[in-house]
């Protein structure tokens, strides 16, 4: 019995009913939404909007090219019609640059990347110089920026020093995940020669302590309070915790974890760089839980850093490893593809890629709380993207074999046998994202026109 092909679990059902209909595989129906001459990049963000009428990319020239990319735009998913939410003015070829858009979980909003003002030669685009802006369709005059940011000593509690990167709204749209590099860390660098400029993590609270900033045009006024909630380290000890870098990061659940206690705690799963007793070098997921209140200072140092060290975490702020995979055969998680650690809407799991023991990536799950991890698939080749889930359900999304699986997890934490719900072709679907109600999948796929090649976005429905 052969039933790895049909898009649904209803049609899984059928095929235990009715062993003829699991012979000829049924696909999702795909259906081209874009064919303008440029890319419409979705980057793996929450591209469609609240009703599900629109999907929200950027146009950036190539994978790295957020500095040359001028627009935001957005396509109407029956129509096909595209619109332009945002447009740079005046830009170079060294910024400011815009990308990486997502849309807010129920409101007709947009944020995404914004490099600073000026953007020249001496100050070009760069993962230090940039922020999170916020659109209102219902006020698109507008531009509000999320982090305030204030480099100048003395710093201010609630800014930032540097640039954030790829933000992702919360469940209830009240809070702001990203990755963020410190300006000031990237100067001690070049002064010094030690390194210093190290990623991390933050969040901004959109209810939280007014935060004003000396007023310069290197200095921007946010409207949301911010926080780096990961400390890094340029040489982490080996055999320790120590981070290096902590990247790659996703909300855990819509609401977080459900605790031993039943509570739910707000956190974001991560990948974190360290280094093995033996001094191999190796990342494993992470948890940090994140504190109601994020203006209040730890044990760490100041919120708002020095002028020598980063930002120091909230109060309350909990990190804990969540994989200890050094003794596998492959260790750690697996550095390609790029991708994310990602959770369903129950945070019951954090989903990450790493070699099995024959060397294929594969995809693995592990409960927020920790313990062994689960391999979730078996593929012959290799997994070619993150995990992507399914808004209610505990069913997942992944590109292998240049097509679209999904997969679904009992409530025992069993793994169902991956369902192909496109077919096989030459270019790879990525940057898949869920419809809010689940009913479709939008994705990127290369096509070539002539001598040209484009990134557009695709559509597909059971």
């Given at each position: 019995m052969h039933i790895k092909n049909y898009p649904t679990p209803l049609l899984g059902i059928i095929c235990f009913i009715s062993m003829t209909a699991c012979d000829t595989p049924r696909y999702w129906t795909e259906t081209q939404l874009t064919f303008s001459d440029q890319n419409h990049e979705l980057d793996y963000n929450e591209n469609f909007s609240p009703d599900d009428q629109w999907i929200v990319y950027d146009t950036r020239p190539n994978p790295a090219g957020i500095a040359l990319n001028t627009k935001i735009e957005k396509v109407h998913v029956s129509s096909r019609i595209q619109e332009i939410l945002y447009q740079v003015s005046n830009p170079t070829p060294f910024g400011p640059g815009v990308g990486a858009?997502?849309?807010?979980?129920?409101?007709?909003?947009?944020?995404?990347?914004?490099?600073?003002?000026?953007?020249?030669?001496?100050?070009?685009?760069?993962?230090?110089?940039?922020?999170?802006v916020i659109l209102d369709e219902r006020d698109p005059e507008t531009l509000h920026y999320m982090d305030s940011r204030d480099i100048y000593d003395p710093f201010t509690p609630g800014a930032l020093r540097g640039g954030t990167h790829r933000h992702q709204w919360s469940g209830d749209g009240d809070w702001m995940g990203y990755t963020y590099n410190d300006a000031l860390m990237v100067d001690l660098e070049s002064k010094t020669g030690q390194k210093n400029d190290l990623r991390t993590i933050g969040v901004s609270k959109r209810i939280g302590p007014k935060v004003p900033v000396k007023p310069d045009s290197s200095n921007i006024q946010g409207e949301w309070f911010s926080a780096l909630v990961v400390p890094v380290v340029p040489n982490p000890k080996p055999g320790t915790d120590e981070i290096s870098r902590a990247y790659e990061d996703w909300w855990v659940g819509s609401q977080g974890y459900r605790k031993p206690d039943d509570t739910y705690q707000r956190a974001r799963g991560f990948i974190g760089d360290l280094i093995t007793d033996d001094g191999a070098n190796i990342s494993e997921v992470f948890v940090v839980d994140i504190p109601d209140d994020i203006h209040i200072p730890g044990n760490e140092g100041p919120l708002e850093g020095t002028a020598e060290t980063m930002p120091a975490p909230p109060k309350g702020v909990t990190i804990r490893r969540i994989t200890r995979t050094e003794n596998r055969t492959y260790p750690g998680v697996s550095p390609n593809p790029r991708h994310w650690v990602s959770s369903p809407a129950d945070g019951s799991?954090?989903?990450?890629?790493?070699?099995?023991?024959?060397?294929?990536?594969?995809?693995?799950?592990?409960?927020?709380?920790?313990?062994?991890?689960?391999?979730?698939?078996?593929?012959?080749?290799?997994?070619?993207?993150?995990?992507?889930?399914?808004?209610?359900?505990?069913?997942?999304?992944?590109?292998?074999?240049?097509?679209?699986?999904?997969?679904?997890?009992?409530?025992?934490?069993?793994?169902?046998?991956?369902?192909?719900?496109?077919e096989k072709k030459e270019e790879a679907p990525f940057a898949h994202c869920w419809s809010r109600n689940g009913a479709q999948i939008a994705f990127n796929r290369y096509v070539t026109n002539g001598n040209d090649r484009f990134i557009q976005i695709f559509i597909a429905k059971p």
């Open positions: 858009v997502s849309y807010h979980p129920f409101l007709p909003q947009v944020v995404f990347i914004h490099g600073l003002q000026p953007a020249n030669e001496k100050q070009p685009y760069a993962a230090h110089r940039r922020s999170g799991y954090i989903s990450y890629l790493a070699k099995d023991d024959t060397g294929i990536v594969q995809v693995f799950l592990v409960s927020p709380l920790g313990g062994e991890p689960i391999q979730a698939t078996h593929h012959e080749t290799d997994v070619q993207s993150m995990v992507r889930w399914h808004p209610t359900s505990i069913t997942f999304a992944y590109v292998t074999d240049n097509s679209l699986f999904t997969a679904e997890v009992s409530s025992e934490g069993k793994v169902s046998n991956p369902t192909r719900i496109t």
